[in-house]
C-alpha cells in the first residue's frame, strides 16, 4: 500500500511541475473546412474563446494543448508567444498610467489599506491567499468580522472545496435588525480582479473604522456578508 501511495504522490507532483512549467500562446487556430465538433474532441475549451464564425477561433493555449491541436490537423498561429510575460508587462505599464493620471487628478485620495498587497497570480490572490486574508482579518478585528465559516456542509466548489463567508459589522456575532448587504466575488471562473477589489474593500473598512465616520455609520447599521468564492 506504502508503495502505491508513493507512486501516486510522484505522478501528482511530477503532474503539477509539468503543468507550471508549460508556456501559454494566444493562438488563432484555422478552422479552413474543419468543424467546430473536430476541434472541441482535442480537448481545448471554446467557452472562453474570440470566434469568427467559419474561420478561426482565438484563445490562450498550453504548449500540450497546442500541440494536441496541431496533431489533429489544424493550422496555427501565434498571435502572442507568452501570454503570461505579455499580460505582466501590460499591467506594470497601466499602473505607470494609473499613477500619471492620478497624479494630477483632483479625485478624493483614498488611502490604500496597509494589509492589502498583490498577490503571487499575476498580481492577483491564490486560493490559499485568500484564506490567509480571512484569517488575517479575523485575527486583527475580531470586533468587526467573523472568522470564516463555510456557507455549508455540502455545497462546494467544483474541486470540492468549502465556500467561506464572513460578516462585517459591529456587532459580528450578533444577529441584528439591520440591513443585511451580500458582496461576492468570483461568480465566474477567471474573475480574480473582483476577488482583489472585495478584499481590499474588507481591508479598507475594517482598517479606517477607527477614524472614519462615514465608516462608522455604515458598519455600525449594516450588517454586510462577504463571499469571496462563490
Given at each position: 500500500?506504502?508503495?502505491?501511495?508513493?507512486?501516486?504522490?510522484?505522478?501528482?507532483?511530477?503532474?503539477?511541475a509539468f503543468?507550471?512549467?508549460?508556456?501559454?500562446?494566444?493562438?488563432?487556430?484555422?478552422?479552413?473546412?474543419?468543424?467546430?465538433?473536430?476541434l472541441?474532441?482535442?480537448?481545448?475549451?471554446?467557452?472562453?474563446?474570440?470566434?469568427?464564425?467559419?474561420l478561426?477561433?482565438?484563445?490562450?493555449?498550453?504548449?500540450?494543448?497546442?500541440?494536441?491541436?496541431?496533431?489533429?490537423?489544424?493550422?496555427?498561429?501565434?498571435?502572442?508567444?507568452?501570454?503570461?510575460?505579455?499580460?505582466?508587462?501590460?499591467?506594470?505599464q497601466?499602473?505607470?498610467?494609473?499613477?500619471?493620471?492620478?497624479?494630477?487628478?483632483?479625485?478624493?485620495?483614498?488611502?490604500?489599506?496597509?494589509?492589502?498587497?498583490?498577490?503571487?497570480?499575476?498580481?492577483?490572490?491564490?486560493?490559499?491567499?485568500?484564506?490567509?486574508?480571512?484569517?488575517s482579518?479575523?485575527?486583527?478585528?475580531?470586533?468587526?468580522i467573523?472568522?470564516?465559516?463555510?456557507?455549508?456542509?455540502?455545497?462546494?466548489?467544483?474541486?470540492?472545496?468549502?465556500?467561506?463567508?464572513?460578516?462585517?459589522?459591529?456587532?459580528?456575532?450578533?444577529?441584528?435588525?439591520?440591513?443585511?448587504?451580500?458582496?461576492?466575488?468570483?461568480?465566474?471562473?477567471?474573475?480574480?480582479?473582483?476577488?482583489?477589489?472585495?478584499?481590499?474593500?474588507?481591508?479598507?473598512?475594517?482598517?479606517?473604522?477607527?477614524?472614519?465616520?462615514?465608516?462608522?455609520?455604515?458598519?455600525n447599521?449594516?450588517?454586510?456578508?462577504?463571499?469571496?468564492?462563490?
Open positions: 500500500m506504502k508503495s502505491i501511495i508513493t507512486i501516486v504522490l510522484l505522478v501528482l507532483i511530477n503532474a503539477n503543468a507550471q512549467s508549460e508556456k501559454y500562446q494566444k493562438v488563432r487556430i484555422w478552422l479552413e473546412g474543419k468543424t467546430v465538433s473536430s472541441a474532441q482535442t480537448g481545448v475549451d471554446l467557452s472562453e474563446t474570440h470566434y469568427r464564425k467559419g478561426y477561433f482565438e484563445t490562450d493555449l498550453s504548449t500540450s494543448e497546442l500541440n494536441s491541436v496541431s496533431n489533429a490537423g489544424f493550422r496555427t498561429e501565434v498571435l502572442i508567444d507568452d501570454v503570461k510575460q505579455f499580460y505582466k508587462q501590460r499591467n506594470e497601466q499602473n505607470q498610467k494609473t499613477s500619471a493620471v492620478m497624479s494630477c487628478s483632483s479625485a478624493p485620495d483614498f488611502p490604500q489599506p496597509a494589509h492589502f498587497g498583490y498577490g503571487s497570480m499575476g498580481g492577483f490572490f491564490t486560493y490559499q491567499e485568500l484564506l490567509n486574508n480571512l484569517d482579518m479575523a485575527s486583527l478585528y475580531p470586533n468587526l467573523t472568522v470564516k465559516q463555510p456557507i455549508s456542509n455540502t455545497l462546494t466548489t467544483v474541486e470540492g472545496r468549502p465556500i467561506f463567508y464572513v460578516k462585517i459589522s459591529d456587532n459580528p456575532n450578533l444577529t441584528e435588525p439591520e440591513p443585511e448587504v451580500l458582496y461576492t466575488a468570483l461568480h465566474h471562473c477567471r474573475e480574480p480582479n473582483g476577488m482583489a477589489a472585495v478584499i481590499y474593500y474588507m481591508w479598507y473598512l475594517l482598517e479606517n473604522y477607527a477614524t472614519n465616520t462615514d465608516i462608522q455609520q455604515l458598519v447599521n449594516t450588517e454586510m456578508y462577504f463571499c469571496a468564492l462563490c
